[in-house]
């Protein structure tokens, strides 16, 4: 381990994606650090009313928007939430080697 990923791309995310991502990859604070991609499978909201995503590796990730320091409109609409399923997010967690989230069911959103 203690690779670095020199941009989003790394994390497998296609041009695509990146391109429409832009603001929201450039709010994203860890993506400098060590830390281990896995993908968006799911969201659900914790007591307080933010947005959770549910990652591939068992983790859970807060999403959530909380203007000015950190801008993500997208996770405030089912489309946008929708768009982000599969999208890598850096895990700290499974860097630090931390045990699974408890993981209440997901968000059940409107098609
Ligand atoms: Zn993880």
Same mark, same amino acid.
């Given at each position: 381990? @203690?690779?670095?990923?020199?941009?989003?791309? !790394?994390? @497998?995310?296609?041009?695509?994606? $990146?391109?429409?991502? &832009? +603001?929201?990859?450039?709010?994203?604070?860890?993506?400098?650090?060590? $830390?281990?991609?896995?993908?968006?499978?799911?969201?659900? $909201? #914790? #007591?307080?009313? +933010? /947005?959770?995503?549910?990652?591939? %590796?068992? +983790?859970?990730?807060?999403?959530? +928007? #909380?203007?000015?320091?950190? *801008?993500?409109? /997208? $996770?405030?609409?089912?489309?946008? *939430?929708?768009?982000?399923?599969?999208? *890598?997010? @850096? %895990?700290?967690? %499974?860097?630090? =080697?931390?045990?699974? #989230?408890? *993981?209440?069911?997901? !968000? &059940?959103?409107? =098609?």
């Amino acid at each position: 381990m @203690g690779r670095v990923f020199p941009s989003i791309q !790394a994390f @497998g995310n296609p041009p695509s994606v $990146v391109e429409n991502m &832009r +603001h929201v990859l450039q709010s994203m604070p860890n993506l400098n650090s060590n $830390v281990v991609p896995s993908a968006i499978t799911g969201y659900h $909201v #914790d #007591d307080e009313g +933010h /947005w959770v995503a549910q990652l591939q %590796c068992g +983790h859970n990730q807060h999403v959530r +928007h #909380d203007p000015p320091l950190v *801008r993500r409109e /997208w $996770v405030l609409t089912p489309k946008g *939430r929708r768009s982000m399923l599969g999208f *890598r997010l @850096g %895990c700290k967690k %499974c860097r630090e =080697s931390a045990p699974p #989230d408890a *993981r209440p069911p997901a !968000a &059940r959103e409107p =098609s």
